[in-house]
């Protein structure tokens, strides 16, 4: 009785290839009694030939959810038509049919990626049926196997090594089409703040909605994967030109850069992208080179501006290179105290004596010749490695105040420079307090400077670790002070001790009136503050008379005494003679 309710019956499309007629007309009527029986719709079609067949699996519409394959076919015998029909179409399930029984036969069938195996005799309506099911079955977890192993859990963006095949497979289809093929990496700028002020939680919920965003404003073709922790990769495939790949990365990096809401908490991230092309940046090159110069590009626009977009050059391979070996020798270096600190004194106007001291930290390569500080400190931060090499140099500071003063010295206070990563971390303050404390130095032995972008960023926080440091009787030094994002409101908050005015005040000094203005103007601003002022890059005897005659209480640089290490500086304290004639 039909009491009007509509159940819809599955439906599956099969795929019969056999040569042999009186064989397909058994298939097909035990499919049909099958289908009766279980209250299912198939759809048979059918093809007399290999070739006939893959024609079949590859048209545009011609989807099926398996395929019934004979080995004993006229144009592809045995296991060569099993592995045609794989590689035409490798998504629809195999069930193949024979008329040998040779178990060996069945097992190779099955290794060579046959879902199932059946005897032509054993061709009855249930076990034609359940073997179908089971075949279709089998390849979709097989499918979701494969998924899950190239499927990053927490995105479901493509893997690291998913998308290197995804990247490898577009280079290959560049080099036969003669066509183009962009990288496009880009992470998220100080993404390990992000965890630290509002938890991991966070971080893995900003990270979701960041593959999200760029999914949205991806074209069909091209793929997106997540390859280190914060860091994302798309390979474009095919793109036109340069141009659109930058019109791609921006459109990606603008969405980014928007303010987000994540579980309550407002954040907008800093997004820096790099792009490598392929083959203009090397053709025949691998794609570990390409992800890699494109990496070279992202560190690019991290050092000139952030939310930036840098294309790679060739320059910059070598440049990248020279980081890579920094990075890998630096590790070793802080472990086994390859580092070491150079002293540059810091002087009274009035006496011309040493008041206190800057300790610079000092590298030297395989051959004993310097490494510039502004070469090893930029790959210290990227690589965060800048927290291990501080408290390397602090332990060193300490080791070396305690020998002076088991000398009979008494050193003055020291100053060391605090990097902007290190002040963008949440607990930096306690952190470094505990550093000095562990190597021994004293309260007020220790001053640290910083510049002022590394306390702009996050001021409330900057405010709660240098209050925290001056507590523990440690120095704050503002330094480079005028060449960064001067506030007379953020200056009146700091807990400063001493204002250090940058050189470049100090090289046009009577040359220039508005030079001298300007910085009679900063001395002014300085003293109605209640700080210090040391003056940097002082180096002949008229830019000291001139800073003395303005109110200058201290100055710094060649002109008093050049950095230097620490037995000679160890000299300087025993002499205790003024640096030069007041």
Known sequence: MNNGIHVEMETLRVLLIEDSPSD???????????????????????????????EKLTVVDGHFDAALLDLGLPDAAGLEGLRATRTASPDVPIVVLTGLTDPEVATEALNSG??????????????????????????????ELLRLAQTDPLTGCLNRRAFFEQLDLAMTQADRSHGLCAVLLFDI???????????????????QKIATITRSKL??????????????AVVAYPISSPAAALKLADRIVTALSRLMEVDGQRIRPNVSAGIALYPEDGRGRGVDEIVSYADAAMYRSKSQRRGGISFYDSEMDAAAKSRQKLKSRMLKAISEDGFFLHYQPIVDVRSGRMI??????????????PIPPLDFIPVAEESGMIGDLCACLVRQLG??????????????????????????????????????EKAGCPPGSINIELTESSVIDDLSSALTNLTYLRGCGIGIHLDDFGTGYSSLSVLKRLPLDR?????????????????????DAVVDLARRLDLETVVEGVENRFQLDRLRDMGVEHVQGFYCSRPVDHEAFEMLLARGEPLFEA
């Not at 879902?115 to 499918?143: F, M, N, T, V």
């Not at 206190?356 to 010749?369: I, K, M, V």
């Not at 002040?423 to 550093?435: I, S, V, W």
């Open 24 to 54: 397909r007309r058994l298939t097909e009527i035990a499919l049909e009694e099958a289908a009766t029986e279980a209250r299912r719709v198939v759809k048979l079609e059918t093809a007399s030939s290999l070739r006939e067949g893959i």
């Open 114 to 143: 046959a879902s199932d195996y059946l005897d032509k005799d054993e061709i009855e309506p249930r076990p034609l049926l359940r073997s179908i099911r089971y075949a279709i079955e089998r390849k979709r977890s097989e499918g």
């Open 189 to 207: 700028d100080d993404f390990k703040q992000v965890n630290d002020t509002h938890g991991h939680v966070v971080g893995d919920r900003l990270l």
């Open 219 to 232: 074209r069909r073709t091209d793929r997106l994967g997540r390859i280190g922790g914060d860091e994302f």
């Open 356 to 369: 206190a001291a800057e300790a610079l930290a000092r590298w030297r390569d395989e051959n004993g010749e």
């Open 399 to 436: 080791a070396t105040l305690a020998d002076w003063r088991r000398s009979g010295l008494t050193p003055v206070p020291v100053s060391i420079n605090v990097s902007p990563v290190q002040c963008r971390e949440p607990d930096f303050g306690p952190q470094l307090a505990q550093e000095i």
């Open 499 to 519: 204002l250090k005015i940058d050189r470049s005040f100090v090289k046009d000094l009577g040359e220039d009136e508005g030079a001298d203005a300007i910085l």
